[in-house]
């Protein structure tokens, strides 16, 4: 069988080249992808426990001024006019073939845990 | 024998564990077989290890895999309906219910499998289930194809009762575990566990992918 790949240039954060980008982006109008979940299948595995996760795609968003801190996995922390957006446990990056800025947590398994993405365009 | 046979499932996959043996044996048989696919489960977690997709990759690979799984099973009419996943429940009833109409009067399909609104467990399976029982109801009784339905919630035998409908599909065995590799972003991790199982003959997990079970649609049940 064949072996379909996309994931590009995915990798490791390298924090300084992902805080590179984020000022690029500064002041533009962008859209924004944001995800979390912990899976749809949590609360049906272990009652005890609750299904959660959000998304946006597509938000249309400015800000003034993006960060990247901690020391893997990191965080970043976007200011807006009137308000932020936050992401937590972010471990990979990549920018990829239409300059779009994709981070995502992954647990080990190679399971998505979180996604912030940034682009010009719609997604 | 079947005319011909219509699946309807939200997600690439859905089909693989369930459904994929009885598929096999139709096709074999030279019974045609349409799968309406709703979305391309453009939100699976899965990205691999090492990763093979980014969240944006992931939809293209993923319909990349169903339409290998559909060589495998014999299918050669595969219809994706361009709906987003985990969204089904959100849409216009109507108009999810309208564009499967549209392939079920296309086809008309002699027998329909879905999922069971309600025991479904996925958001996504019981909405898509739920349109395509709202399509098929709108055809006059002695015009409406059989509908089974896939069920898996915790409550779904206490409701429903047993499956009435057991198939053996040991004989596809492998070719239906050949559907499920296909779907390689989804499945590469189970039957990463199952291998040296299957290996050893493992009576509980041969008897999970050898027996299909399925519950004629009966009408809403009250949970």
């Known amino acids: 069988m064949n072996i379909v790949t996309g994931c590009g240039n995915l990798e490791a954060i390298r924090k300084e080249d992902v805080q590179k980008v984020l000022d690029d982006f500064a002041g533009q109008e962008l859209y924004i ?87 010009k365009e719609p997604f | 024998m079947e005319r011909h046979v219509l699946i309807t499932f939200p997600h690439p996959d859905d089909e693989a564990f369930g459904v994929a043996g009885t598929v096999i044996q139709y096709t074999r048989a030279g019974v045609p077989v349409t799968y309406a696919c709703g979305t391309l489960g453009e939100m699976g977690r899965n990205m ?67 999922f069971y609104p309600g025991f479904a467990v996925h958001p996504d399976h019981d909405a898509y289930g739920a349109a395509v029982i709202r399509a098929a109801m709108r055809l006059p009784e002695d015009q409406r194809p059989k509908i089974y339905c896939k069920a898996f919630s915790q409550n779904c035998e206490a409701y429903l009762g047993s499956p009435d409908i057991v198939n053996d599909v040991s004989d596809v065995f492998d070719q239906k575990l050949e559907a499920i590799k296909a779907h390689r972003s989804q499945t590469e991790g189970s039957l990463k566990e199952w291998i040296p199982k299957l290996t050893n003959n493992d ?11 399925f519950w004629i649609y009966k009408g809403p049940v009250a949970v």
């Open chain 1, 33 to 119: 992808h944001l995800e979390t979940t912990n899976g749809v299948y949590t609360g049906f595995r272990r009652p005890d426990q609750l299904s959660v996760g959000a998304f946006i795609r597509n938000g249309k968003i400015r800000y003034s001024r993006g960060k990247i801190t901690g020391n893997g996995p990191y965080r970043v922390g976007l200011k807006m006019e009137s308000g932020w957006v936050y992401a937590e446990g972010l471990t990979d990056w990549e920018v990829d073939d239409k300059g779009r800025l994709l981070l995502a947590g992954h647990h080990k398994d190679g399971k998505l845990a979180i996604a912030l993405e940034l682009s």
């Open chain 2, 48 to 114: 691999g290890n090492p990763f093979f997709a980014t969240r944006e990759t992931l939809p293209e690979i993923r319909k990349k895999e169903l339409q290998e799984a559909c060589r495998v099973m014999g299918i050669k009419d595969l219809r994706l309906l361009g709906l987003h996943d985990k969204t089904i429940e959100f849409e216009d009833e109507d108009e999810v219910a309208d564009k499967i109409y549209r392939i079920i009067e296309d086809v008309r399909p002699s027998l329909i499998i879905t």
């Open chain 2, 203 to 213: 009576p509980d997990l041969v008897e999970w992918i050898g027996k299909e079970t």
